[in-house]
């Protein structure tokens, strides 16, 4: 199979181990892009051979220039340098990977390019979806999900002739470092503790937002958004092993699951080459050696952000942009010791409370209810 993919986010989990797919495959790679690290962006350069970096921190970009200066590979910086990578001309499909909001402009270009979207970033359907899925079916292009619970629906759906016969969308989360805590416990727990994840290895912000199970929330909306479908028809379920990525219920309660061992380098595959299936360098699932699947109710006492998501999801407008702007900062500060792990629900809830109601009509009316809500978080906590 012949590719040329655009990659954004290569430096991250999801980029790394879609260059692992695409240099099984022999696979192209026509752009790369980055925030900040030219080290590894420049061995990435070194072995793909792209016509266009893109870094988004102008300072990275010219030194990126001067280490790369041997190789007929033009550099972009800033918004602009992303935008340019997600529409290259020569591109198949533009593969964005890239954590945050900072997501939904790439996305857009990519789309309004004509370019079928591989998408991980989840951020940019939570705030801008109905933008996104809107530009995408006056192009005529396809959002191809990565995130691995949207990639078990859609394997789900395939050869679903009916889309109403669908009458529930039941996502696996795996409850996350903190699985079984009661508030109480979760008041003192570190930036440490909820960087272990049981059995995924991710980006710092979705490892946070797993232990917050704002993750889920996010992939509630994400949902919602690639699969049309109301959130009063979309469940959650906890299942500790990570083996069920989600399953459909269909009208006659048929349920379909889609299974496989806990590596994202199969949704990254299937968004790559659907609706083709390939050989893939993952380990095979082994029923009889794991026994036991577990699932259990999810606990919205001591985890908020589902219920917030949900919440946000309902009211619509630009609320979801305002409560991934304030999960962004609230995680952020967490990071970096700032606040309590309890403060995050806390100032997304407060962040969600003061956005106006309103339909967003651009991009710029998303990311400005993004921006305020972040401005608020940060004011919060001075
Ligand atoms: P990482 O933190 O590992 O990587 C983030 C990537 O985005 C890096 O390449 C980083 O560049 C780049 N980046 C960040 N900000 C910018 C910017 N302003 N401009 C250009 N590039 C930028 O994140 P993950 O790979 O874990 O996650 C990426 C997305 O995929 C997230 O939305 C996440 O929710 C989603 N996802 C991740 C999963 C996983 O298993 N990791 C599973 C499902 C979904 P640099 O290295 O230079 O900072
Ligand atoms: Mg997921």
New binding site residues.
Partial sequence: MDKKISL????????TQTLEVARMHGFSVCAL?????IQ??EEQIREFRPALA???DENAARDLKERVRDLPVRVAAGMDG?CQAASMGEADIVCN????M??LLPTMAAVSAKKDVAL????TLVAGGALVMKAARENGVRILP???EHSAIFQCLQGCPRPSAVARLILTASGGPFFGKTREELKQVTPEQALRHPN???????TI?SATMM?KG?EILETSWLFNMPVSQIDVVVHRESIVHSMIEYQDYSVLAQLGVPD?RIPIQYALTWPERLPSPVNRLSLTELGTLSFYPPDEQAFPCLGLAKQAARQGGLTPAAMNGANEEAVKLFLSGRIPFLQIPQLVEAAMKRQAAGQPDTPQQVMAADQNARNFVLESVQ
């Fill in positions: 954004l986010g290569s430096t991250g989990s999801i980029g892009a980055a925030h900040s690290n590894l962006l893109a870094v988004f992303l990977a890239v954590v945050g900072v997501g991980a970033n989840k951020e990565v995130d691995s995924w290895s991710m980006g710092a912000k979705v937002d993750n996010l994202m």
